[in-house]
């Protein structure tokens, strides 16, 4: 019998790709599971990369709390009522515990799951589930998810995580460039021009030209300049998330400061490199299938010569990888 699961999750980027793996649990444990997802319609992507997915239904959440009252925004909240309303899941999980996700959660006709108070990252979302489960606090956001949707399905996990994206990674060949994230939307979260400069020179000494991601005007202007009279690199211009997903497979390496598009990379299986400055890995440390190094915390950024000594680790790991891969020379 198909059990019909509705997940709620909407942002941000790398809470997402965290999400990835739940999914691909989901899907091994719970036979027939039709799995559809809610979702901030700037990441629909996402969750359509997973087959596991049945539907993926939009929403557009960050505008209409600009313009909550207006025309345009109460026929879109209308329009999604409706639509839920004429739906009866079996599971409503509600992945995000926020009272954002908790107004969508209650527009829903299906037993409500989500963690309990002291699980939840704004306790009072828990008194919106019919179902609360605890799951420790101060754990990696890809464990937390994946124990959540065990507790509200009735199994246990086990084995490294799946992100699920060989609709991206099949069939593709690494290419001889790095992929670099050296802009963040919060001037804490910066590297120093200097350091960049270090690694960049060790990349290019391997061989790698180099292709540097940004978003806003001001992040794209800062990239430039850390490239400016580089021959050998480049700074991509905007593209959808499918395209930078595409780019990054293709990467024989990603270094990048804690963001949503670093966490993408590792969940590519992509050897990646975070650093972190204005956040603690601990409870988002990056996690894939390929070499990820969480650099640096709170208050505390790693040093040039740690990011250039994973630099190092992350090559030689890859290098090892592929000599071992079924067929190559050095493996038969």
Not at 121 to 131: D, G, H
Not at 179 to 200: G, N, T, Y
């Amino acid at each position: 019998m198909t059990k019909k699961i509705l997940i709620v999750r909407t942002s941000s980027l790398g809470d997402l790709v965290h999400m990835l793996p739940a999914i691909s649990d989901i899907a091994r444990h719970v036979p027939g599971a039709q799995i559809d997802w809610i979702v901030e319609e700037g990441f629909a992507e996402i969750p359509s990369w997973h087959p596991a997915i049945n539907e993926v239904i939009a929403v557009d959440h960050r505008r209409w709390r600009k313009h909550w009252w207006s025309a345009q925004t109460r026929a879109a909240r209308a329009a999604l009522r409706q639509k839920l309303g004429q739906r009866h899941y079996d599971i409503v999980l509600d992945m995000q515990a926020l009272m954002k996700s908790v107004w969508l959660v209650r527009q829903t006709h299906g037993e409500r799951h989500g963690l309990d108070f002291r699980s939840a990252r704004e306790p009072l979302a828990s008194f919106f589930y019919n179902v609360k489960h605890t799951v420790k606090f101060w754990q990696p956001a890809v464990t937390r998810q994946r124990q959540l949707a065990a507790a509200a399905l009735g199994y246990t996990y086990e084995g490294d995580a799946d992100f699920g994206l060989g609709s991206i990674t099949s069939g593709v060949e690494v290419q001889p460039y790095a992929v670099i994230m050296p802009s963040a939307s919060r001037d804490d979260k910066l590297w120093p021009e200097a350091d960049w400069q270090r690694v960049f020179a060790r990349l290019q000494q391997h061989g790698l030209t180099l292709k540097l991601l940004s978003g806003s005007p001001s992040e794209t202007e800062r990239a430039r300049r850390l490239v400016e009279g580089n021959p050998q690199a480049e700074v991509l211009p905007r593209m959808s998330l499918t395209e930078v997903a595409t780019v990054l497979a293709q990467a024989s390496i990603m270094v990048g400061l804690d963001s949503g598009l670093t966490h993408l990379s590792a969940g590519l299986g992509r050897p990646t490199i975070g650093i972190y400055k204005a956040s603690t890995p601990v409870r988002t440390p990056l996690q894939g299938p390929s070499y990820t190094a969480s650099l640096g915390e709170r208050g505390s950024a790693p040093s040039a010569e740690t990011v250039l000594s994973a630099v190092e680790q992350a090559l030689e790991f890859e290098d090892a990888r592929h000599t071992n891969l079924p067929g190559s020379s050095a493996g038969q």
